[in-house]
């Protein structure tokens, strides 16, 4: 006699390898560098998942919004139906300017792949949903298909810019959707995934995105339930199993929504412990006790090196004590992060300057017309 | 695909062999070898009888100077040019290996006899349980550096940075000493030094705020016995980077510091019997 | 301050049988006797009993008695009497209550609840006194198949074996560093080890060069987060070595000798200065993630030339299924999961009692994992945790287990008593302490013959009970569920072990 098990949530944990490369001068390059950087990093990684962002890669699109779904499900059907469901849904709420699939190498190359296709949209707002800016249209269109479309996830959803990810180790990854040819980004961010959760699935990938933001993560975050169900008041929805999910709404919802600079973000994500806020100035003292005071549920707590994405930016974060490595480098334009500094040196033998960020410190690479008063790697202590 | 392929060393012996011993200088490309094949062709070339290896290009792999324990404790000495990955020296039988670049995480982790010097900077959790030998490293080093460091009557063993370290020198450290030289000019910023010290000792040249240091610790300035020390390693690590032309008199001059353990019993008081 | 607690025990003395001979005052450790000369009687001291009925064993005469004190407060189903004190001897030091042993809470003890199926009729019982029954096993890696090669009649075996462990019984020796026991009940463990065709678990205290040799080979060495005692030599003359990334006692938190059992001897072996507190920090600081972990795993492998199986010891809790998964995909060829019962020398009594889970649920879920992921071949589990007879030991290996391993059981072989007070170093049989008056209390000849008798008494009664099943080989039994039944237990929980209830 079968019993019916009760399923409560399941949190994946993400051991893993991050790299990041981005050229400041917003020259763009094709993937197969960081396909060659992330592969040295082989045995950070069990094949069981593997991903990519990459900005600046749809210039001819640049002005509207690149959506990249999968459709999963176990039989072709499945995938059609949810395809279908989905363009439904899509017409009634956006104008589709282009899709189609996104271009992929032979598909016994990788376990089981969904069907992943872009569309190029803008938004086509009704009724009480005009006063919504353009970017909170987006998302909140983007968390109804993920929570309510079966079969579908929004993957991707900023301007010129893309997530690439599935099942398998980064370097298939990105030879399946043919990233050393196909595509060139003054950005790219890659990770590779140590899930300890059998039913590995694409969706379940890094990087997690909303908008332009893309988050890859190695590390754990034991604050999960917590962070979660503070976000799930501000309208996100926590459908990908995975804790790096949280940071990726953490982000826009600080960021984006809540208009923060970056050093003031990090300062929620990874505050200084009381015994060193006690110590500081008043007017510090004051500002990080009201952080931890109203931010406190979005603390990171446990092990974690991040980077994120942006438009025109890329950013390193590790947890408050560093457990989990970062090395940040640079060589004339081109700005790096990595978790292992070999990975750097393979694809850029000579560096101008190499080190280890501190924890809980951000280190932040900005396109260089973009901030007009520093153009150098801003180091925020 | 991008797997790592097999790869046919290139070995050039630069002598032929004068009597069962060999003495050999051997180069190898390490080129597309994984981690596991490198430390193959080490481990063969250890019980060959080769004395000293020369690996060319190395990227990221782990655990060289690790697959080298022989009970006749043999020795050999290893020149990495390259960046080698993470755990470089792991469980060291008395080997020694020389980094021309910067180290990774892990390195000389548990380690027990030899030396490694490393002309560039070195990551997190260097010489993490270290219970004997030297290392050397010319520039800064990352986080939880000596962590756990032991000694036992005359195995003592010995770290000597040239630059800072970041947080967590010397937690739960049980022996062995450590030295900082702090040169290049950047002050000691550090935090958490020392947390749960018991044993060893740590030389610091510059000062810490008390606020650096763990509460087990206490700052004290050199006596005698402690310069001596300090002298004879900064000879040591002079010797082995020459190309910073220092003088140890100059660095010597300095204000330098000592951080040791108030008590070998740092949390002797947690506990209701 | 003075203290407002009761004794916990009270010394009784028939004073007619008394012979005034003083046995009582040299056996107990706690000086709880002593002899008062103008009186001409032995006096007690009642606050320093810790109940461990050494005199009443040893007293010619049969004079004493020892037993728990009565306590008068209000009855109080809330606070209980041990609640009430424990709360004021921390308000009287500010301290952290300590204690030793495993879990004594009354948690449901699932072994209790499940039963045995016995063969009749349509599949024959097996006798074992007439056939043989084979309680051999191997502990590692297994590929999921074997290539041979057939040439005229040679068969040769193409894949490459990974290291195993043979055991000839399922029962090992739980992990007891030297240093929480004394020198004398480490190596009666070895040598019981090496007798019985099993293995002892050196725990994280190093193994002393002069043991090595012989030992060696019946010895799993392990290699904690204070990674006392390693060297390359320690590694590569043991027979398996093991990660310990936490225990069942004291999940999370790390290890704690205190300074008074670090005598020279076992400061040598884990070379730090005498006296001072050996501590075994709460992580591994140099594992934060699986891959770290996965790094140190391949780090030891290298080490010992891949000889050797290398195991990883966790404590069974919440999410430790999954993290059991990532360290079998991280490497490891053996999981050693350690539960909410598991004993220990030391613990914050308050860490001890309420965290972790039962191991019977642990195993059973930890098993479907694997065999869900289609890894379960890649890694032999090894239970522990409060496994108290051979029933225990059918039951874990019915539910997924290839081994368990005996910590407390093993010291209870030796004389110990559970009397909570290993962290004094007090030890009245000379288990847990390095004082030489009482270790050497411990003559290694007979506790080693104590725990071999103990090995063979299960390993028979397991021969019976597997013969009972209709099974001759301990393989056939492994995750074998449709052998046991529930009784007296919630629905979830008959889910969790995966098995029926008695009568479906």
Redesign the interface.
């Known amino acids: 006699m079968p019993r019916k098990r009760r399923e409560l949530y399941n949190k994946e944990i993400c051991a893993c390898s991050i790299f990041g490369a981005m050229n400041r001068d917003g020259e763009r390059f094709s993937g197969a560098g960081v396909m060659k950087a992330v592969a040295n990093m082989h045995v950070r990684g069990n094949g069981l998942g593997g991903g990519f962002a990459a900005y600046g890669i749809y210039p001819d699109y640049k002005d509207y919004y690149a959506f990249h779904l999968m459709f999963t499900g176990n039989i072709e059907e499945a995938k059609r139906s949810a395809k279908q469901d989905f363009d439904a849904f899509l017409c009634g709420n956006f104008d589709v300017v282009f899709d189609e699939e996104i271009p992929h190498g032979d598909e016994t190359t990788v376990s089981d792949p969904p069907l992943v296709w872009r569309y190029f949209v803008s938004p086509h707002k009704q009724g009480d949903e005009t006063l919504l800016s353009d970017e909170d249209y987006v998302v909140k269109k983007v968390m109804w298909v993920n929570t309510k479309i079966e079969n579908a996830y929004v993957f991707s959803s900023g301007k010129n810019m893309g997530c690439f990810k599935g099942v398998g180790y980064p370097e298939e990854i990105g030879e399946y959707f043919m990233l050393d040819r196909l595509y060139r980004a003054y950005t790219w961010t890659v990770h590779g995934r140590f899930p300890t959760n059998t039913q590995a699935w694409w969706g379940g990938a890094h990087p997690f995105s909303l908008l332009d933001t893309t988050v890859v993560h190695n590390g754990e975050i034991s604050s999960y339930g917590t962070n979660r169900w503070y976000l799930e008041m501000y309208g996100y929805a926590c459908t990908l199993q995975t804790d790096t999910e949280v940071i990726a709404y953490a982000a826009d919802l600080l960021l984006r929504r809540q208009n923060l600079p970056i050093e003031i973000a990090a300062k929620i994500l990874a505050p200084p412990i009381w015994n060193s806020i006690d110590r500081m100035n008043e007017k510090e003292k004051k500002l990080l006790t009201a952080l931890r005071m109203v931010y406190g549920p979005l603390l990171m707590n446990g092990p974690f090196s991040i980077i994120i994405g942006q438009t025109g930016k890329m950013i390193g974060l590790t947890d408050r004590i560093r457990l989990r490595p970062l090395t940040a480098a640079t060589r004339g334009a081109m700005f790096y992060l990595s978790s292992e500094e070999a990975s750097i040196r393979l694809i850029s033998p000579e560096l101008d300057s190499v080190w280890t960020p501190n924890g809980g410190e951000p280190v932040v690479s900005e396109l260089k017309n973009m901030r007009m008063v520093k153009d150098e790697i801003i180091r925020l202590s | 695909?991008?797997?790592?392929r097999a790869h046919l060393a290139k070995v050039q012996p630069k002598k032929a062999a004068l009597d069962d011993e060999s003495v050999e200088k051997v180069e190898i490309d390490t080129t597309d070898l994984a981690?596991r094949e490198l430390?193959d062709r080490l481990?063969d070339l250890m019980l060959a009888g080769t004395k000293e290896a020369v690996l060319r290009n190395v990227?990221?792999q782990?655990?060289i100077g690790?697959?080298l324990?022989s009970?006749e404790h043999r020795k050999m000495e290893i020149e990495i040019f390259?960046?080698?990955?993470?755990?470089l020296g792991?469980?060291l039988?008395g080997h020694k290996i020389i980094v021309h670049?910067?180290a990774?995480?892990?390195v000389g982790?548990?380690m027990?006899a030899g030396e490694i010097v490393i002309e560039g900077?070195a990551?997190?959790?260097l010489g993490?349980?270290m219970?004997?030998g030297k290392i050397f490293v010319r520039d800064s080093v990352?986080?939880?550096t000596a962590?756990?460091m032991?000694?036992?009557?005359d195995?003592i063993p010995v770290l000597v940075i040239g630059g800072t370290s970041?947080?967590?020198l010397g937690?739960?450290m049980?022996?062995g000493i450590v030295i900082l030289l702090g040169l290049g000019g950047k002050p000691h910023n550090g935090?958490f030094m020392g947390t749960?010290m018991?044993?060893g000792i740590i030389y610091l040249r510059g000062t810490v705020e008390k606020?650096q240091v763990g509460g087990q610790v206490e700052i004290s300035p050199l006596d005698e016995e402690d310069r001596e020390i300090v002298e004879h390693y900064i000879s040591e690590f002079i010797e082995r980077f020459p190309g910073l032309s220092l003088e140890k008199e100059q660095i010597l001059k300095d204000e330098w510091i000592r951080l040791s353990p108030k008590s070998?019993?740092?949390?002797?008081?947690?506990?209701?019997? | 301050m003075k203290s407002f607690v009761f004794p916990e025990f009270q010394i009784i003395r028939d004073e007619e049988k008394c012979g005034q001979c003083r046995g009582c005052e040299r056996q107990c450790a706690f000086g709880t006797h002593t002899y008062d000369p103008v009186l001409d009687r032995l006096v007690s001291d009642n606050y320093k009993c810790a109940g461990c009925q050494r005199c009443a064993i040893f007293c010619p005469k049969g004079a004493i008695e020892v037993r728990p004190t009565q306590s008068f407060y209000r009855p109080n189903a809330s606070w209980s009497r041990e609640k009430l004190e424990d709360l004021k001897k921390q308000a009287e030091t500010g301290g952290v209550i300590l204690t030793g042993c495993g879990n004594d809470k009354p948690f449901r003890i699932y072994w209790d609840h499940i039963v045995l199926n016995a063969s009749q009729v349509t599949n024959p019982s097996i006798d074992p006194l007439r056939e043989p029954m084979e309680l051999r096993t191997f502990l590692g890696a297994k590929p999921d198949f074997m290539d041979v090669k057939t040439n005229k009649g040679d068969v040769e075996i193409e894949t490459k074996l990974g290291p195993n462990l043979m055991v000839e019984t399922p029962i090992l020796f739980s992990a007891m560093s030297y240093g929480a026991i004394s020198y004398n009940a480490f190596r009666s463990l070895a040598t019981a080890a090496c007798s019985s065709g099993t293995f002892f678990n050196t725990g994280e205290g190093g193994l002393p060069k002069e043991m090595r040799g012989e030992f060696g080979k019946c010895a799993i060495v392990q290699v904690a987060s204070g990674r006392f005692g390693i060297d390359a030599e320690y590694l590569n003359c043991a027979a398996a070595v093991e990660i310990k990334v936490g225990q069942g006692a004291k999940p999370g938190i790390g290890g704690h000798l205190p300074g008074e059992k670090v005598s020279a001897a076992v400061a040598a072996t884990r070379m730090i200065p005498m006296g001072t507190d050996a501590i075994s920090p709460a992580p591994h600081h140099d594992i934060y993630s699986i891959e770290d972990l996965s790094m140190l795993i391949y780090a030891l492998k290298e080490a010992t030339n891949y000889e050797k199986p290398v195991s990883v010891k966790i404590a069974a809790v919440h999410n430790f299924a999954a993290i059991a998964s990532g360290i079998v995909r991280a490497g490891a060829d053996i999981i050693a999961i350690d539960g909410l019962r598991g004993g220990t020398g030391a613990a914050p009594k308050v860490i001890r009692d309420n965290v972790g889970i039962p191991i019977e649920l642990a195993i059973s879920s930890l098993d479907r994992r694997l065999r869900n992921e289609g890894i379960r071949n890649r890694a032999s589990i090894i239970a522990a945790g409060g496994i108290r007879c051979s029933a225990d030991v059918i039951k874990a290996i019915a539910l997924g287990a290839d081994a368990v391993y005996i910590g407390s059981a093993a010291l209870i072989a030796m004389g110990c008593n559970l009397c909570q007070k290993c962290y004094t170093g007090k030890c009245k049989q000379g288990i847990c302490t390095q004082d030489p008056r009482l270790s050497g209390r411990l003559n290694v000849e007979i506790a080693s013959q104590r725990l071999s008798n103990l090995i063979h008494a299960w390993s028979h009664e397991i021969s019976e009970m597997l013969g009972g099943m209709g099974i001759n080989a301990l393989e056939s039994l492994r995750g074998n569920r449709d052998h046991l039944r529930g009784v007296g237990l919630y629905e979830w929980e008959l889910d969790v072990m995966g098995i029926k209830g008695a009568g479906e």
């Open positions: 695909m991008l797997m790592a981690t430390n481990r990227c990221g782990r655990y690790t697959r324990y009970p390259g960046t080698p990955g993470n755990d792991a469980f039988f670049g910067n990774q995480d892990g982790n548990t027990d900077r990551g997190d959790v993490f349980s219970r004997g990352g986080y939880r962590l756990h032991k000694e036992y009557e195995k970041q947080d967590f937690e739960y049980a022996g935090n749960g018991h044993g606020t070998k019993r740092p949390y002797g008081k947690l506990y209701a019997y």
